[in-house]
């Protein structure tokens, strides 16, 4: 009868241990989504400015474009070490990536493929 009861205080805890960790993952997910919300919103504006001075070949148009999109933040993690951001706009079938912390824009460029240093 003992071990009945230690099983399932047991099972009690081990459930109320999930419940807390799912319910943490997912109050951290619900911040970590309006952090990123915030970050592409302070970017936006940086990120068309740049990619319209940029010099390309292809010339892209945010203002006065017809088909718009914004892919937003991404990040590569190529090493340990190091991590790689770019904020991707679409407009008119042409992409520019906006290296944030670089301050540089590439036009037609794959961020995946973008130099490290």
């Not at 790689?84 to 992409?95: E, N």
């Amino acid at each position: 009868m003992t071990f009945q009861r230690m099983m399932i205080a047991l099972v009690v805890l081990l459930a109320a241990g999930l419940a807390g960790s799912f319910y943490m993952n997912w109050k951290m997910l619900g911040q970590i989504r309006t952090v990123k919300a915030f970050v592409e919103g302070a970017v936006f504006a940086d990120a068309v400015a740049a990619c319209e001075k940029a010099p390309s070949t292809t010339p892209f148009k945010w203002n006065g474009g017809k088909q718009l999109s914004v892919i937003g933040l991404n990040s590569v993690r190529p090493d340990k070490y190091t991590v790689i951001a770019s904020y991707t706009l679409v407009a008119d079938s042409v992409y520019c990536d906006y290296d944030p912390i670089k301050k540089k824009a590439d036009i037609g460029s794959n961020f995946l493929e973008r130099e490290q240093f």
